[in-house]
């Protein structure tokens, strides 16, 4: 006859054996969970504090690479990153410490932040682990030229008028092709006399419904609501050869992205009630963007097609504030400012409401600009004269 077995206790030690282990598992969980939400605090904050300290460098005088390091100390931009950690790292987080480089690369500024962070166990302590668990991030921020950006005003700049040396600060004039400077620097007119400096906006037609003069007022006061870019591939390319890279990319004007080609507009800056809206963006003291092609005497002809067809390809954009218009042909006005940001350019406001010539011409303060753009990285590299402007922007590289 056989007996029955009784295999509770051994089923009381199995339980106890497994709650142990169930136990640990969930003690390390607990604390890799908490571990996990420190290190994407973390990440927030490498991302962060490599991109405001990059902002310090983009923002600062100059043009090169070389130029923004000398300019920013490095204890600046990195005391700004450490800033940056500790505004975002977890409560969870113990002790975070941060890493910081800055370095010249491909002609762009490199910020490098590596932080590093302790995060207290709690459950796991009690299975025999440590007391801490460590979790690190990095991120790299590079300051390049913007390839485009938002809020653009549609004015051709001729090539040949922006100075070679022009740098934040430098005051210069623009004037109105084939009006102003007689020399062989001078751009000529387009291909039809009447398309001046204004340009359309990207997917915009200042002739449509007969809204010209109104709609060219809402662009010098408000930019254009698209993009502005400069046609790609440019790299390395000077002369004719240049010219023949811009034309070639331009046989019509942009109307998808990316918008480089820019088509003519006849309306005229000095005409009707225009000027209030160049003496409203004077007064704002708004650092803008214009769009510059290249001088005829440079690249050869680039403008190709005549009137409201005449297509202007985009070589570079200009980060200027406008400080004065003289117009002395239509309109015999003129309104300038040297005061506020326009402070550089004060003796020039005065000699340009002395001025009693017909000139047509704006009064010009080259600045830095930051501008929105695409992820991709640029086709151009910092002091590169062909296309960087001041026009900066900074985006995560790593």
């Given at each position: ?67 923004l390091l000398g300019a920013v100390p490095e204890a600046t931009a990195r005391q700004t990153a450490e800033r940056y950690l ?23 500024v490199r910020v490098g932040f590596d932080v590093q962070g302790d995060t207290a166990t709690y459950l796991g302590r009690l ?205 015999k006005k003129r309104y300038s400012s040297g005061i506020g940001a326009c402070a550089p350019a004060n003796a020039d406001a ?49």
């Amino acid at each position: 006859m056989s007996r029955e077995r009784d295999e509770g206790g051994a089923i009381a030690i199995m339980t106890a054996l497994l709650s142990v282990a169930l136990l640990v598992v969930g003690a390390f969980s607990v604390d890799i969970g908490m571990a996990y939400t420190s290190r994407m605090a973390l990440q927030t904050a490498a991302d962060a504090g490599a991109l405001a300290a990059a902002a310090t460098y983009a923002g600062a005088a100059g043009r090169s690479c070389t130029d923004l390091l000398g300019a920013v100390p490095e204890a600046t931009a990195r005391q700004t990153a450490e800033r940056y950690l500790t505004a975002n790292r977890s409560a969870l987080t113990t002790t975070a410490t941060g890493t910081f480089t800055a370095r010249c690369a491909d002609g762009t500024v490199r910020v490098g932040f590596d932080v590093q962070g302790d995060t207290a166990t709690y459950l796991g302590r009690l299975a025999g682990a440590g007391e801490t668990l460590t979790s690190s991030a990095h991120a790299t921020a590079a300051v390049e030229v913007a390839p485009g950006g938002d809020g653009l005003r549609p004015l051709g700049i001729c090539g040949a008028d922006v100075p070679a040396s022009a740098a934040p600060g430098t005051v210069w004039r623009t004037y109105a092709p084939g009006d102003g400077l007689a020399s062989a620097a001078s751009c000529p007119l387009p291909p039809t006399p009447g398309n001046w400096w204004t340009l359309d906006c990207p997917g915009e037609n200042a002739d449509d419904g007969g809204n010209g003069q109104a709609q060219l007022y809402d662009e010098i006061s408000n930019g254009c609501s698209l993009p502005i870019t400069a046609v790609s591939g440019q790299e390395g390319l000077t002369g004719t050869v240049l010219g023949a890279r811009l034309r070639a990319a331009c046989p019509v004007a942009s109307s998808t992205p990316p918008y480089a080609c820019l088509s003519g507009d006849p309306g005229q800056p000095d005409a009707g009630q225009v000027e209030n809206a160049w003496a409203g963006l004077i007064d704002s003291g708004t650092t803008v963007g214009l769009p510059v092609f290249c001088a005829p005497g440079t690249c050869g002809p680039t403008i190709t097609g005549t009137g409201t067809s005449a297509v202007f390809p985009v070589q570079r954009v200009v980060a200027v504030t406008v400080c004065g218009y003289h117009f002395g042909k239509q309109l015999k006005k003129r309104y300038s400012s040297g005061i506020g940001a326009c402070a550089p350019a004060n003796a020039d406001a005065g000699a340009l409401m002395a001025d009693d010539s017909e000139k047509n011409y704006l009064l010009l303060v080259s600045r830095t600009l930051f501008a929105s753009g695409t992820t991709q990285a640029t086709g151009c590299s910092l002091g590169d004269a062909g296309c960087d402007g001041g026009l900066r922007r900074v985006r995560l590289v790593q």
